[in-house]
């Protein structure tokens, strides 16, 4: 079982992995952000440094799935190879933030990868508004992402929404986060256990 959770940055992907990690006895795979080599760079400057940044996103996150694949464990994932790709690339590309060559470069790139990957079993979209993703970064005190712009949150957040809209990849969950608090209400991270054993059930039922 290959559960993959999607979310905006501050959407809370980390600590939803974590729990659900918890829970079900899963191998977490965590988002790096302190062993990558560009982050701190990219956020000082996104022109600059927005193809660098995606080209590591696609090799790390690639290198996940086939560890993941080979060794055949049931895993949670934070953060999808999708998300750069139909997400944040396309965002950096709109905000010109990446030019139109290293852009195609990138999709090029990630049409030949992923064709050769098995998407998640179940994907676990955590929605949230500006305002709650703003309030959760803030929390969370990262420094590199206090320089984080309005405009790049909000077109994420868009291009987010038309993702989900029409992701058919396999099984998908929606978390409203503007009305469920897992971190704060103990029955709100019951709802979305409720929910993912609904599917998994339901997963196991199509097998048969």
Do not use: C
């Amino acid at each position: 079982m290959h559960i993959a959770i999607a979310g905006n940055i501050g959407s809370g992907k980390t600590t939803l992995t974590r729990l659900l990690a918890r829970h079900y006895g899963y191998r977490p795979i965590f988002e790096s952000t302190e062993t990558n080599p560009y982050i701190n760079s990219f956020y000082e400057d996104m022109r600059r440094w927005a193809f660098n940044i995606q080209i590591y996103y696609l090799h790390t996150r690639t290198r996940q799935l086939l560890d993941i694949h080979k060794e055949n464990k049931n895993i949670i994932q934070d953060r999808t190879l999708y998300e750069d790709a139909y997400i944040f690339t396309p965002n950096l590309h709109a905000m010109g933030l990446m030019n139109t060559r290293d852009f195609e470069n990138y999709q090029h790139i990630f049409e030949l990868v992923s064709s050769f990957l098995q998407p998640p079993d179940l994907l676990i979209y955590l929605r949230a508004d500006v305002p709650t993703l703003i309030r959760n970064i803030q929390s969370r005190g990262r420094e590199y992402e206090n320089s984080i712009r309005l405009d790049y949150l909000t077109g994420l957040n868009k291009r987010y929404e038309d993702w989900i809209e029409k992701y058919s990849r396999g099984k998908l969950i929606v978390v409203d986060l503007n009305k469920l608090d897992f971190v704060a209400h103990e029955e709100d991270l019951g709802k979305i256990y409720n929910m993912i054993d609904a599917e998994i059930n339901s997963l196991f039922s199509d097998e048969i």
